[in-house]
């Protein structure tokens, strides 16, 4: 038996060929704004936990942020060859697999459904904390507010993948909004806040940006996605796909390093330091430069229904691994085959219950504070770029292309030292070992399964699906 590939993923491509430009154009518009929700939306609060790991000191903010763009850059690149040598999706799970044999599809896939929750619970609470922020007498009901935020946004996938193009909208007004924001606070001559470094980071400037700047790199969370969501666009050949997914790993590029640079800087010029415990520091900063008008609000309400777009983004593409993984009544699979039970939606509700469980036991666990979370949230995705990355290395080898494998090379040795400081943080320790376990418990169930083909796929067949 084998697990079967998608009919979209597999769909003739004659649509694309003979399609107008103007639908295409669209269609574009709504698949890169909303495959780009969720590192967007991570702005909300990396620029705030780099700021944290610095003690509050805003002179080293910059670069520790510049440096976190570069990174970005690098993983970006290495997605860029992905989505060159794989079409039709798959990841760094299929890379993976081509490069090093089947049993290594299991790492990335055990650190995606790591990542999904985390997505879930980070994004769930910072858009709490954007509405308190807002409406600061909200803040005796964090936890109840998360909790509620997150039963809505888990509720509305019950009607499938029908919002894509609300998600780009709302990626579309975050930005509007944060550029208008941008202007008036660089702008206006009476913008300002205030600064308090919370101590000494006790060593060198150098020092402490390089070990502040890895947990920052929650911003690279979802950068990985267009080289799997390219699977959904069935309707197109393999060229449009790549180019559909160069595209948006570019537009990507430009918007969050652009914003989160800007910010960076703003946050800087306007002394906006650690915010207290009822607010962020990007709602400070937009406090800060537009004052408490319509503007401020505009840009907290935009940016709390981006972070829910990114959490309902995970909400679809979690369960859609669980369900890609199960088998049926025809076929064996990894997982049970109640995970992938779906209504008539397509939407495979155990496995929506499996990750609003685990999401809400993480928002409890830390009081629905999003920072709380951002050093598990920069551990587990980081397994799956270290193994992407080592595996576009492999291919430059067997293709005598020993500068592409120098480049590739050094990103995999700079992704893991990123993994490697977050993780002698501590508790994000346990991150790593969630996905461990999963990875092991899907290969042994595998291996049980008689080791069904298709596994190497199974990226793109979740997205597909």
């Not at 939306?41 to 520790?64: C, F, K, M, N, Q």
């Not at 070990?211 to 060229?239: C, H, K, N, W």
């Not at 790993?249 to 989160?260: E, K, N, P």
């Amino acid at each position: 038996m084998t697990i079967s590939k998608s009919a979209a993923a597999t769909a003739p491509p004659a649509a694309a060929t003979h399609g107008r430009t103007p639908r295409r154009s669209v269609l574009f518009f709504a698949f890169a704004f909303a495959v780009i929700a969720d590192p967007v939306s991570s702005v909300a609060y990396a620029i705030e936990a780099a700021l944290r790991a610095l003690h509050g000191d805003l002179a080293l903010l910059l670069p520790t942020m510049s440096l976190v763009i570069g990174l970005v850059v690098v993983v970006t690149a290495n997605y860029w060859q992905l989505v060159r040598r794989f079409p039709k999706g798959g990841g760094a799970a299929a890379a993976a697999a081509q490069a090093f044999g089947a049993r290594w599809t299991f790492p990335p896939i055990g650190a995606l459904v790591v990542d999904f929750v985390l997505t879930i619970g980070i994004s769930i609470a910072a858009a709490a904390s954007a509405v308190i922020a807002l409406f600061p007498g909200r803040a005796p009901w964090r936890i109840p507010l998360a909790l509620a935020l997150l039963v809505v946004v888990a509720g509305l996938t019950w009607f499938g993948h029908g919002g894509r193009l609300l998600f780009a909208v709302m990626t579309v007004a975050f930005v509007v909004i944060s550029v208008a924001v941008l202007i008036l606070g660089f702008t206006s001559p009476h913008a300002t806040g205030h600064a308090t470094a919370s101590g000494s980071p006790g060593h060198s400037a150098v020092l402490a940006v390089v070990l502040a700047f890895p947990v920052a790199m929650a911003l690279a969370t979802g950068v990985e996605a267009p080289s799997t969501a390219i699977a959904q666009l069935g309707q197109l050949d393999d060229t449009h796909r790549r180019r559909f997914g160069r595209g948006t790993l570019a537009l990507l590029v430009v918007i969050v390093g652009g914003l989160t640079l800007s910010l960076t800087a703003l946050a800087v010029q306007l002394h906006i330091g650690i915010p207290g415990a009822d607010s962020t520091q990007i709602a400070d900063i937009a406090h800060a430069a537009a004052g408490p008008g319509w503007l401020y609000g505009a840009f907290q309400l935009t940016s709390s229904l981006l972070l829910l777009a990114a959490a309902s983004s995970s909400f679809q593409a979690g369960p859609g691994l669980l369900k890609a993984l199960s088998g049926t009544s025809e076929r064996p699979g990894v997982l049970p085959p109640v995970l992938g039970r779906a209504n008539r939606h397509h939407t495979p509700y155990w496995s929506v219950l499996v990750y609003l469980v685990a999401a809400a036991l993480i928002i409890v666990a830390a009081a629905g504070q999003e920072q709380e979370l951002v050093l598990f949230y920069a551990v587990a995705v980081f397994v799956s770029f270290l193994v992407g990355l080592l595996a576009m290395t492999r291919f430059a080898l067997r293709e005598g292309k020993p500068a592409l494998a120098w480049v590739n090379g050094v990103a995999a040795v700079a992704v893991a030292f990123t993994l490697g400081v977050n993780l002698l943080r501590g508790w994000p320790v346990l991150s790593m070992v969630a996905t461990l376990l999963i990875a092991v418990g899907l290969f042994f169930r595998w291996n049980r399964a008689g080791r069904p083909t298709g596994i190497e796929d199974i990226e793109a067949q979740a997205e597909a699906g």
